[in-house]
Every structure is written in structure tokens, then in C-alpha cells.
Antibody, heavy 119, light 109 residues
């Protein structure tokens, strides 16, 4: 089955760190660019970070630059998001999403993992 | 990196047609034909409904259609049904990344 499964979310204190993982299956993971998209409670979607299929180029939204690091291990079919210096405004459901090949839209989404930042 | 602009809510009666607008700038919607639309039901992941302005993925009802004029894209839902009640998000490519709109809640009266 073609799917993305996120894990690693949970409760963390402000200033803390967390690493999210996204396990891909059912398709050739190494052929696709990937994104992390988040959704704060009751709010809209926001592109957080992206990485090319070979990991050679990355993107970060301004609000997470210097605090978050996206990476991937194509041998393990897994996408990661290392999050540090977490703030209350980082609290959200984090989705990993696949970018359709040779296009600019997301054709596959995971179910998301909730990150709660609170003392 | 400002979000695209969507109306907060749109409503319609069953069988009617509604249109959701998505306004951007010359750096995103106006400059690229890479606008997509996603439907999200509560507690669920987004689902692709339209890509590249007006293309429907396999399996999406032909009641959903998309268009674009200058810096504004639109999603039209015709023959509104109860199952269409959801949040809808537009998205556009912009200089190596992707912007989303703030989302529109569609209510079926």
C-alpha cells in the first residue's frame, strides 16, 4: 500500500527538541521531493520545510530557519524533521507530504503527528 | 512568504454551485499555472482536488472545477452535496516553495 506514516510527536517544553519521522512505503521514496506541512489547532496549512529527492536542496519557512533541520535517508525510506528551540507557536499537527513528480502539488499525505509545546 | 487570501467561509444549499476564490500576487498565482486545491474534513489529512489550476485527479468528482484569472484562482463546486462540507485550501508554487491559502470553510445549508 502506498502510504506515509508520521511518528515522533508528543509533549515538549518550550525550548525543547523533538525529531519527527515519516516512513514511506509502497513507492520509490528516493524519486520524490518531500515536504513537512503543519497545521496549528483550528488554523490553516503552512509549508514548513522541503527537501529534494536526493537531499541536495532544502527549504525552510522563515519562522523555523536555524531551529529546524529536514533530512532524509533514502536507504530507509524515511523523512525526518529535527526541531529545536521549540516555541508555543510551533504547536501543530505535522504532516509529511509527497510532491508529485515533475509537478508542484502534493499527491500523498500522511495522517499527521501532533506536537504540543507547553510547560 | 505571505499566505494566499481566501474567504473564511462560503455556504450554499444542496444542488447549488459555489465558488471559492484564492488571491495571490505576481510572485505566485499570477506567475505560475501551479495552483492546487485540497479538501480537508475534520481530523483528516488534506485530499488533492485540483492541480495545475484546472486538472482533476483520478477519482475526484467532475463537480469540482478550477480556473484562474491574473492573480486570482477559483474553485467551483457544482451540485453541492452534504459530503462537500469541509475546509478547502488553495496552494501555489512560488520561487522554490509552496504557499497555502488560509482556508475556506464550506457549509452545506
Amino acid at each position: 500500500e502506498v502510504q506515509l506514516v508520521e511518528s515522533g510527536g508528543g509533549l515538549v517544553q518550550p525550548g525543547g527538541s523533538l525529531r519527527l519521522s515519516c516512513a514511506a512505503s509502497g513507492f520509490t521514496f528516493s524519486s520524490y521531493a518531500m515536504y513537512w506541512v503543519r497545521q496549528a489547532p483550528g488554523k490553516g496549512l503552512e509549508s514548513v520545510s522541503a527537501i529534494r529527492s536526493n537531499g541536495g536542496s532544502t527549504y525552510y519557512v522563515n519562522s523555523v530557519k536555524g531551529r529546524f533541520t529536514i533530512s532524509r535517508d533514502n536507504s530507509k525510506n524515511t523523512l525526518y524533521l529535527q526541531m529545536g528551540s521549540l516555541r508555543a507557536e510551533d504547536m501543530a499537527v505535522y504532516y509529511c507530504a509527497r510532491v508529485a513528480r515533475n509537478y508542484w502539488f502534493f499527491d500523498l499525505w500522511g495522517r499527521g503527528t501532533l506536537v504540543t509545546v507547553s510547560s | 512568504q505571505s499566505a494566499l487570501t481566501q474567504p473564511a467561509s462560503v455556504s450554499g444549499s444542496p444542488g447549488q454551485s459555489i465558488t471559492i476564490s484564492c488571491s495571490g500576487t505576481s510572485s505566485d498565482v499570477a506567475d505560475y499555472n501551479y495552483v492546487s486545491w485540497y479538501q480537508q474534513h475534520p481530523g483528516k489529512a488534506p485530499k488533492l482536488m485540483i492541480y495545475d489550476v484546472s486538472n482533476r485527479p483520478s477519482g475526484v468528482s467532475n463537480r469540482f472545477s478550477g480556473s484562474k484569472s491574473d492573480n486570482t484562482a477559483s474553485l467551483t463546486i457544482s451540485g453541492l452535496q452534504a459530503e462537500d462540507e469541509a475546509d478547502y485550501y488553495c496552494s501555489s508554487y512560488t520561487s522554490g516553495s509552496t504557499l497555502f491559502g488560509g482556508g475556506t470553510k464550506v457549509t452545506v445549508l
